[in-house]
Nanobody, 123 residues
Framework: QLQLVESGGGFVQAGGSLRLSCAAS????????MGWFRQAPGKEREFVAG????????NYLDSVKGRFTISRDNAKNTVYLQMNSLKPEDTAVYYC????????????????WGQGTQVTVSS
């Protein structure tokens, strides 16, 4: 079993930055692709960014391309989401997930979710 714990959320003004972290424990972290998702009030959870476990390939939600960067440190069993130029519409609970990555896309595994961290961006 893989346990995921997110941190780094908070309150920030529009244009600001935050870095989210997701620490993994349990099964072999480095064999999983990792992803970030978010869920705003009244909306469905949506994919934000994913990173493969082999070659570090990444993909992103179109609206965050150029502003967000996903990265991973397998030695620390941690995946990061650097968020720059934040907008009010980025406000959501952000979740970490372990999954698969192939054909240029990320596929979440439903049994591996963190508890979420709140990001609030004021205008």
């Amino acid at each position: 079993q893989l346990q995921l714990v997110e941190s780094g959320g908070g309150f920030v003004q529009a244009g600001g930055s935050l870095r989210l972290s997701c620490a993994a424990s349990g099964r072999t972290f480095s064999t999983y692709a990792m992803g970030w998702f978010r869920q705003a009030p009244g909306k469905e959870r949506e994919f934000v960014a994913g990173i493969s476990w082999t070659d570090g390939n990444t993909n992103y939600l179109d609206s965050v391309k150029g502003r967000f960067t996903i990265s991973r440190d397998n030695a620390k069993n941690t995946v990061y989401l650097q968020m720059n130029s934040l907008k009010p519409e980025d406000t959501a609970v952000y979740y970490c997930n372990a999954g698969d990555y192939y054909s240029g896309s990320y596929y979440p595994l439903s049994r591996y979710w963190g508890q979420g961290t709140q990001v609030t961006v004021s205008s």
